[in-house]
């Protein structure tokens, strides 16, 4: 039986992660690590509270202590790094924090689990520790062109400027220690159990509630858009086969402008939910600032090696998402009220 620490498993992609595998494997367990900040929810892991397999702890990534605990108590074989402070938008505003978790959280996981793992032979058979990290390290394409694993660092804002050292502090492991690692660089995902700080549960909640859509710039911003399944499932796939010390991308090559994303979700909503709901709750507002123009990733590695293909066209996925998040009015609400209302009206008031 092997036993998986996934950090963050409280947020959209974590959460996600521990559904999918604890559907797929029942000979497995996983120890969530969580410190619930404002993104961590444990309602998204409702229905499997009380799976025997599933084991819930409210700890800090940085706390030297908490994480020795887990160590001493549990054999832990994979490490899965989801915890992050993971919004743009926030990172630009408040930048330390993202330097607090996303660099020395990711160096003290780093740290424990060698100390664990690591015997005078070298590191122990089948340990590996996985930092998901993102395509936004590699900065900010033109007009053509992909992000390789081989493109180089290049990030611009705090948030992927935090994520990119933290990938370079996971190198060093591997390159100075030969620690069984791997880096996963994903695009934009989109999916159930999403904050809706992030573009495309906004849209959707704010069209619910007949709210404007701010629609940064000049809207033509690309990002490229994977289904939150099939990026679990391409983890999945490294963690069993990825070659040690190897980055890989993924994202299905699903290039999309904001305004694109935006109209698609109105239509939606228009044609089944409420007809008063029309692009003219469309606003442009001021742009974010050094806003990343172009996302593209290039999956063939992934492809080639580990044989992985996303599952969910867009058309299908983000219909499937809207659904979700209509069938999860409740939940929507729990997330919306409290912080969120402050937060929102800080970021957006002066647009109203
Ligand atoms: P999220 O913000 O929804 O969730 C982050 C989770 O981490 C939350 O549960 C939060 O409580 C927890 N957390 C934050 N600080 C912590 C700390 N100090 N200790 C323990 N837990 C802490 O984020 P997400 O969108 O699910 O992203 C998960 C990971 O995937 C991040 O590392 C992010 O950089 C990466 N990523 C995200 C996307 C995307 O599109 N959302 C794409 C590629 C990569
Ligand atoms: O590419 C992967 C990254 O995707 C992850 O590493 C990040 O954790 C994740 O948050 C996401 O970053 P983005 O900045 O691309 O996502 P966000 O949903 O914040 O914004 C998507 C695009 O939409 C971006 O170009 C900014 C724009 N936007 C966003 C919001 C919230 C708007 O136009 N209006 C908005 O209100």
Redesign the pocket.
């Known amino acids: 039986m092997k036993t998986y620490l996934v ?10 992660f521990i559904h999918y595998m604890l559907k797929k494997y029942n000979n497995i367990k996983i120890i969530n ?9 444990l309602e998204n892991l409702r229905e499997i509270q009380n799976n025997p397999n599933y084991i819930f702890v409210q ?5 030297k202590e908490e994480v020795e605990n887990i160590f001493k108590k549990f054999n832990i074989d994979y490490v899965i ?7 743009v938008d926030r990172s630009i505003r408040e930048p330390e ?1 993202f330097v ?3 660099v020395l ?1 990711t160096v003290n996981l780093l740290n424990i689990a060698k100390t664990y793992w690591e015997t005078e032979k070298g590191f122990k058979e089948g340990k590996k520790y996985i930092q ?5 390290v590699y900065g900010s394409l033109g007009e053509t062109g992909f992000f390789k694993e081989t493109t180089p660092i290049d990030s611009h804002s705090p ?1 992927s400027s935090s ?1 990119a050292s933290a990938d370079l502090m996971v190198k060093a492991y591997y390159d100075t220690y030969k620690m069984p690692i791997n880096i ?7 999916g159930p ?3 809706p700080e ?1 573009l495309i549960p906004l849209i959707i909640n704010n069209c619910l509630n007949k709210n404007s859509l701010p629609v940064y710039g000049d809207g033509l911003n690309i990002r490229d858009w ?1 289904f ?1 399944e099939d ?1 679990c499932k391409a983890i999945d796939m490294v963690i069993n086969s990825g070659r040690l010390g190897e980055v890989y991308n ?1 994202g299905g090559h699903n290039e999309r402008t904001n305004i694109n994303i935006v109209k698609t979700v109105i239509s939606y909503i228009h044609d089944n939910v409420d007809s008063s709901v029309t692009e003219a709750l469309i606003k442009y507002v001021e742009d974010r600032k050094g806003h990343d123009r172009r996302y593209g990733i290039d999956p063939t590695k992934i492809k080639k090696e580990l044989g992985w293909q996303p599952e969910t066209k867009f058309e299908g996925g983000i219909v499937k998402t809207i659904q979700w998040y209509l069938e999860n009015k409740q939940w929507m609400q729990n997330v919306t009220s409290g912080e969120y209302q402050k937060y929102y009206e800080k970021m957006y008031l002066k647009h109203k």
Request: aromatic share 12%; net charge negative; charged share 20%.
């Open positions: 950090t963050g498993g409280a947020g959209f992609i974590g959460s996600n690590l969580d410190k619930l900040t404002y993104a961590g929810n700890a800090d990534i940085c706390d790094n989801f915890a992050a402070e993971s919004h924090v607090k978790t996303n959280g998901i990290s993102t395509d936004e948030y994520k996963t660089r994903c695009s934009n995902n989109y159990y999403q904050f992030k994977l939150v990026h993924i």
